[in-house]
C-alpha cells in the first residue's frame, strides 16, 4: 500500500520561498522513484501574511498545519527597518515562530552542525582544528525559558521605564528535552555535553538538579558539564570534543548560530523541531533579507530540513541519507553557493536554482 502523507508548506519571507522551492522537488523525486505520496499545502506564514490577511499566523494557516502530518518552515522575518511597519505582537517571531512552537509543543530542536571532511575547506577554522569535519547534534530546549516567560512593560516609582522578562522552566519541561538529549547521546557516542551557567543563574542551577535526577536512568552516557561562556570559545579552538550538546532555549539559538559560523555559514543549517505529536522543520537562520531576490541563497538548510523530516517524521533513513549524499557530493564535486565560496578560487559558484538542479539530478541518480 502507498504511504501517503499531507505536507503544510510555509514558505515563508525573503529567501524563504526561494530556498523552499527547491527543497520540495524532493519530494516529487521520491514520489516518482518510490512508493509514496505527498501532499503539499502551501499556506502564508510570516511577515507577507501579515501584509496579506493581518496576522503572521492566520487561522486558515493553522488549519492547515493541524491537518498536516508534518510542517516544512522556510524563514520568516523582514530586516530591522521594514519590520517596524508591522506591529510588535505580529512581527514574525512573537506573531508566528513562538505560537507555532506553542501549538505543538516543539520542545526538542535539533540542530546538526555538520561538516564533511571534503567539505573542511568552507570552515573559516584552520585545518588543523577543525581536522576531518565537524558532528555535532546541538540539542536546544524550544518551548520554555525567557522566550516563552511573562513579560511586563511599565514605569516604575521613581519614573524609571522598566522591562520584566522572566525565564520559567519546570521541572518537566527539562525532564523532558534532557531525555531526547541522553537517548540521542546514547545512540551516538555516549557522551553529553550539558551547556549552562549555573555560577549565576537559579535557573540553571534547577536544570543541573533535574539533569543528575535523568542522568542515573542513563549510566553508560558521559556528561561533560561546561558553562555557556566557556562552550562558546571551545566552539572555536576545539569544536571536535563535542558531539551531543544539550542547552536551554536561548542558549542555543545563540551557540548555534555560531556553530553555523565554524561552518562558513548559516546556510547550511538545517533543523527539526519535534513535538509529542507533531514536528516542523525549518533551517536554523533566518529569512536573510540583505540577499533576498537575487537566486543566490544557499538552499542546503531547506533540503536538509527535508531529509530530516523524511528520516523523523516518515522512517525514510535510506531516502534521507541519499538527500544528505546528494547535496555533499555538490560541495565535493567543487562546486558552491556564493555565501560559501569567498575565498578558495577553484570553486564553482552556482545560484540557488542550479544548486538545487545538481542536488536533484544526483539524487534521481542514487533512488
Ligand atoms: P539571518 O539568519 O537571516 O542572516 C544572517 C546572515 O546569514 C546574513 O548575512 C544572511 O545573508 C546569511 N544567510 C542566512 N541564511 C543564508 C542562506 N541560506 N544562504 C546564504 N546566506 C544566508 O539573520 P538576520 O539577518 O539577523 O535576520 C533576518 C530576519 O530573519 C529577521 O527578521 C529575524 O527576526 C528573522 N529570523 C527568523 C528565523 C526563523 O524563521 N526561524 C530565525 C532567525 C531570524
Redesign the pocket.
Known sequence: MTNAYKIAVLP?????PE?MAQAIRVFGILEAKRDVSFELITAPF??HAYFEEGKAFPDSTKAICDDADAIL????????E??KKIPVEE???RG??LPLRARYNTFANFRPIYLSPEMTHFSPLKQEIIKDGIDILLIRELVGGLYFGKKERGINEEGQRYVHELLEYTEEQIRQVLIVAFEQARQRKKKLHNIHKSNVLMSSVFWNEVLDEVHTEYQDVEVVHLLVDAAATALCLNPGQFDVMVMENMFG?ILS?QG?GILG?????PSACIGPEKAYY??????????AGQN???????IGSVAMMLEMSFNMKEESAMVWQAMKSVFEAGFS????SKSNEDIQLVS?DEFGDKVMAKLEELL
Open positions: 515563508g519571507d525573503a529567501i524563504g530556498i510570516g511577515a518552515k522556510g524563514p520568516v522575518g523582514l530586516s530591522h521594514e519590520s512581527q514574525p517571531e508566528a515562530i539559538d548560530d553555523g555559514s548559516l546556510g547550511l543549517m525549518e533551517p536554523s537562520h533566518g529569512s536573510a533579507p540583505d540577499i543566490i541563497a544557499n538552499p542546503y538548510s531547506m553557493t556564493a555565501d560559501l540557488t
